[in-house]
């Protein structure tokens, strides 16, 4: 039987403010146990919430991003559940009237393009955390991420592999760290999947039984949870079993996924609007201001990258997954002496240039060094300066790694480590003769089964002229004139 396999991911993204939804207590991540919690957050006898409207105002930036309609009136309710984490018993959340409905979001996976609809947004509190490692018998429990704002995004289930998954996560960890709603540090929990997932026979409408992989903080792990669930679930079926709707978790040491427990639906949890908080009204001259200061998005920048400097729709996507991407590729054009769309020396226009370059030596280097962008031990205008020198003929792209490569560990401009390493490419047709006689002379083998029709004879002989040029030849006149030389 074929199966398919059906997801839909609720991501919990941490917002950007400078404190709590309800309070006015710190969310710097790091502090103490326990340090970090206030009154309000642990909910002592008397307090009152109060709403952060950073908080709101990071939802409504979401909510224009993705084009979703924004609730006018939007309710907190309680979400009513017993854990040791959770001081209320309650978790203020949002329900029947989220602030953010509908929308969507674009994905590239390989040469397929996919629109993932999100059903909402919604504002709510974080728990605190269960530590259990430094513990012997005992669970210790660590309030300062209690009252954390979060807005959870809840997809419709229209991802169909483990690979879309993971790249609508991407998608939606570029656009919130984007708009700056997020830092998207998932090593310190700031954004989270929940990752639900069920199989169902090729062909039938009706969903399969759902189980619910809770709290993923890497799109490896992500990948992983998903593949083994999958597998599981067919294995089950067909072996006779039925799925039971469960929440389990995802141990990265073994690969596997486990049951922590049945999983609740809406009714178990018993909400109710919270009578402590107003409905929240939005005003539309505040959500025209929020409009006016987001920044150009990822899939507009993406189609101006395609439409405006013909780069692919690979190129695009790649060079828009971090705005810090972005902005170091868009500073490297502007530096550059050459339109973006024009032709150098090297035959591509001056985007595709930058391009390949970032995408390729830079983002090794970076990623060797375990550097972000922003940290990049060659600046936009430098590299500009060394593609510069690509353009207009002083480099082969031989001799450009070798500059880049001294720029990278030892620093200075381009033009300068050229000038000091004599690594300025050969286009002098009186220097190159000399050296194409040699070989010439030297390999009358070559010679002969080129003129016999063997073009791989002449590779050979274009290899061994920019081995005696030290390899600073312009390998494009090397071409031209060996083949008048061979006739």
Same mark, same amino acid.
Request: charged letters at 25%.
């Given at each position: 039987?074929?199966?398919?396999?059906v997801?839909?991911?609720?991501?919990?993204?941490? +917002?950007?403010?400078?404190?709590?939804?309800?309070?006015?207590?710190?969310?710097?991540?790091?502090?103490?146990p326990?340090?970090?919690?206030?009154?309000?957050?642990?909910?002592?006898?008397?307090?009152?919430?109060?709403? #952060?409207?950073g908080?709101?105002?990071?939802?409504?930036?979401?909510?224009?991003?993705?084009?979703?309609?924004?609730?006018?009136?939007?309710?907190?309710?309680?979400?009513?559940?017993?854990?040791?984490?959770?001081?209320?018993?309650?978790?203020?959340?949002?329900?029947?009237?989220?602030?953010?409905?509908?929308?969507h979001?674009?994905?590239?996976?390989?040469?397929?393009?996919?629109?993932?609809?999100?059903?909402?947004?919604?504002?709510? *509190?974080?728990?605190?955390?269960?530590? &259990?490692?430094d513990?012997?018998?005992?669970?210790?429990?660590?309030?300062?991420?209690?009252?954390?704002?979060?807005?959870?995004?809840?997809?419709?289930?229209?991802?169909?592999?483990?690979?879309?998954?993971?790249?609508?996560?991407?998608?939606l &960890?570029?656009?919130?760290?984007?708009?700056?709603?997020?830092? @998207?540090?998932?090593?310190?929990?700031?954004?989270?999947?929940?990752?639900?997932?069920?199989?169902?026979?090729?062909?039938?409408?009706?969903?399969?039984?759902?189980?619910?992989?809770?709290?993923? #903080?890497?799109?490896?792990?992500?990948?992983?949870?998903?593949?083994?669930?999958?597998?599981?679930?067919? *294995?089950?079926?067909?072996?006779?079993?039925?799925?039971?709707?469960?929440?389990?978790?995802?141990?990265?040491?073994?690969?596997?996924?486990?049951?922590?427990?049945?999983?609740?639906?809406? &009714?178990?949890?018993?909400?109710?609007p919270?009578?402590?908080?107003?409905?929240?009204? +939005?005003?539309?001259?505040?959500?025209?201001?929020?409009?006016?200061g987001?920044?150009?998005?990822?899939?507009?920048?993406?189609?101006?990258?395609?439409?405006?400097?013909?780069?692919?729709?690979?190129?695009?996507?790649?060079?828009?997954?971090?705005?810090?991407?972005?902005?170091?590729?868009?500073?490297?054009?502007?530096?550059?002496?050459?339109?973006?769309?024009?032709?150098?020396?090297g @035959?591509?226009?001056?985007?595709?240039?930058?391009? #390949?370059?970032?995408?390729?030596? +830079?983002?090794?280097?970076?990623?060797?060094?375990?550097?972000?962008?922003?940290?990049?031990?060659?600046?936009?205008?430098?590299?500009?300066?060394?593609?510069?020198?690509?353009?207009?003929?002083?480099?082969?792209?031989?001799?450009?790694?070798?500059?880049?490569?001294?720029?990278?560990?030892? @620093?200075?401009?381009?033009?300068?480590?050229?000038?000091?390493?004599?690594?300025?490419q050969?286009?002098?047709a009186?220097?190159?003769?000399?050296?194409?006689?040699?070989?010439?002379?030297?390999?009358?083998?070559?010679?002969?089964?080129?003129?016999?029709?063997?073009?791989?004879?002449?590779?050979a002989?274009?290899?061994?002229?920019?081995?005696?040029?030290?390899?600073?030849? #312009?390998?494009?006149?090397?071409?031209?004139?060996?083949?008048?030389?061979?006739?």
């Amino acid at each position: 039987m074929q199966w398919e396999t059906v997801i839909g991911l609720e991501v919990h993204t941490q +917002l950007t403010t400078q404190s709590k939804i309800f309070s006015g207590a710190s969310i710097a991540f790091g502090a103490e146990p326990n340090t970090q919690a206030c009154q309000v957050d642990i909910a002592l006898p008397g307090v009152l919430p109060v709403l #952060n409207k950073g908080a709101v105002e990071r939802a409504i930036r979401f909510g224009l991003a993705i084009g979703a309609k924004l609730n006018r009136t939007n309710v907190f309710a309680r979400k009513n559940y017993f854990y040791p984490d959770l001081p209320k018993g309650y978790q203020i959340s949002q329900y029947e009237l989220p602030i953010v409905e509908g929308g969507h979001l674009s994905i590239q996976v390989g040469d397929e393009e996919k629109t993932i609809r999100i059903t909402r947004a919604h504002l709510e *509190e974080d728990a605190g955390k269960s530590l &259990h490692e430094d513990f012997h018998g005992m669970t210790g429990i660590d309030l300062n991420r209690a009252g954390t704002p979060l807005l959870e995004i809840v997809s419709e289930p229209d991802m169909r592999s483990a690979k879309e998954a993971v790249a609508y996560a991407r998608a939606l &960890h570029t656009l919130v760290t984007w708009i700056g709603i997020c830092d @998207g540090n998932m090593q310190e929990g700031s954004f989270r999947v929940d990752a639900n997932v069920s199989v169902r026979p090729r062909g039938q409408a009706e969903f399969g039984t759902r189980r619910e992989i809770k709290n993923l #903080n890497s799109f490896r792990f992500l990948e992983q949870a998903i593949d083994y669930e999958v597998r599981w679930q067919i *294995e089950q079926i067909e072996d006779g079993h039925r799925i039971q709707q469960a929440t389990v978790l995802f141990n990265p040491d073994t690969g596997e996924t486990r049951a922590m427990r049945s999983k609740e639906d809406a &009714h178990d949890y018993r909400y109710f609007p919270d009578p402590d908080l107003l409905p929240v009204r +939005l005003d539309e001259d505040w959500i025209e201001v929020v409009k006016a200061g987001l920044p150009e998005l990822p899939e507009q920048k993406q189609a101006r990258y395609r439409e405006e400097l013909g780069l692919s729709a690979y190129d695009a996507g790649t060079l828009t997954a971090s705005r810090a991407m972005a902005e170091y590729f868009e500073a490297t054009l502007a530096s550059l002496p050459s339109p973006a769309s024009g032709r150098g020396a090297g @035959g591509e226009g001056s985007a595709k240039l930058a391009a #390949n370059w970032i995408m390729g030596d +830079l983002s090794a280097a970076l990623n060797k060094a375990e550097l972000d962008i922003t940290a990049s031990r060659i600046s936009a205008r430098q590299l500009a300066g060394l593609l510069a020198r690509i353009q207009d003929g002083t480099l082969s792209g031989k001799l450009a790694k070798q500059v880049f490569e001294a720029m990278w560990n030892e @620093g200075g401009e381009a033009d300068a480590i050229i000038e000091a390493k004599g690594l300025k490419q050969v286009s002098d047709a009186g220097a190159i003769e000399p050296l194409i006689d040699e070989v010439l002379a030297a390999n009358p083998k070559s010679v002969e089964e080129f003129r016999a029709g063997k073009e791989k004879a002449f590779n050979a002989l274009v290899g061994q002229v920019m081995k005696a040029s030290k390899g600073k030849a #312009n390998p494009a006149q090397v071409n031209e004139l060996l083949r008048k030389k061979l006739g």
